[in-house]
T-cell receptor
Framework: DAGITQSPRHKVTETGTPVTLRCHQT?????MYWYRQDPGHGLRLIHY???????DKGEVSDGYSVSRSKTEDFLLTLESATSSQTSVYFC??????????????FGSGTRLTVV | AQKVTQAQTEISVVEKEDVTLDCVYE???????LFWYKQPPSGELVFLIR??????QNEISGRYSWNFQKSTSSFNFTITASQVVDSAVYFC??????????FGTGTRLKVLA
């Protein structure tokens, strides 16, 4: 498929520690996204990128930062993890000319637990 | 601002029944892009179908059909002759800006044998 890989798949971390999640794609797509999934909330957009070094905030960006120094990698950092950031995190790519016009391909998800 | 609402939290049907999942997509844009995704118990998210504002007819693909009623902002998705493998959480999504989607909260479908 689109060759999108998330790492790690599972992580347990302590409150207050920084955590970085990685999303890697192999097909040079321009648009990349980070969502979190929580019961009762569906999928909520954290940050997205529309090119190298071009990123923007989504609806739940507080406490998160992102970086995209090369096309294939989109990193999500929890600056100081809190228990409210326990969630499943999904990375997605869009293959289309403008990201919102085409279907996403999602990574397998990262289950993060903050204790 | 756009809004996606899935009022059905959970639906249970018996195998071979037809089932319709409801979604309301509110937008002031005249151009729209709408999607349905499936999340089976294994957890991955799978793109199912897309409809945009240029599509004029109801659409069918295999056992799936979908339509958008602009007057009510309803984007419904129907599975015909449901099967146990259709058991999953289904998410509706719509364009929430130039580069991004917004998702509904999902509907859990249970198909009983």
């Amino acid at each position: 498929d689109a060759g999108i890989t998330q790492s790690p798949r599972h992580k347990v971390t302590e409150t207050g520690t920084p955590v970085t999640l990685r999303c890697h794609q192999t097909e040079n797509h321009r648009y990349m996204y980070w969502y979190r999934q929580d019961p009762g909330h569906g999928l909520r957009l954290i940050h997205y990128s529309y090119g190298v070094k071009d990123t923007d905030k989504g609806e739940v960006s507080d406490g998160y930062s992102v970086s995209r120094s090369k096309t294939e990698d989109f990193l999500l950092t929890l600056e100081s993890a809190t228990s409210s950031q326990t969630s499943v995190y999904f990375c997605a790519i869009s293959k289309g000319g403008q990201g919102a016009n085409y279907g996403y391909t999602f990574g397998s998800g990262t289950r993060l637990t903050v204790v | 601002a756009q809004k996606v609402t899935q009022a059905q939290t959970e639906i249970s049907v018996v195998e071979k029944e037809d089932v319709t999942l409801d979604c309301v997509y509110e937008t002031r844009d005249t151009t729209y892009y709408l999607f349905w995704y499936k999340q089976p118990p294994s957890g991955e998210l799978v793109f199912l179908i897309r409809r945009n504002s240029f599509d004029e007819q109801n659409e069918i693909s295999g056992r799936y059909s979908w339509n958008f009623q602009k007057s009510t902002s309803s984007f419904n998705f129907t599975i015909t002759a449901s099967q146990v493998v259709d058991s999953a959480v289904y998410f509706c999504a719509g364009r929430g800006g130039t580069y991004k989607y917004i998702f509904g909260t999902g509907t859990r479908l249970k198909v009983l044998a």
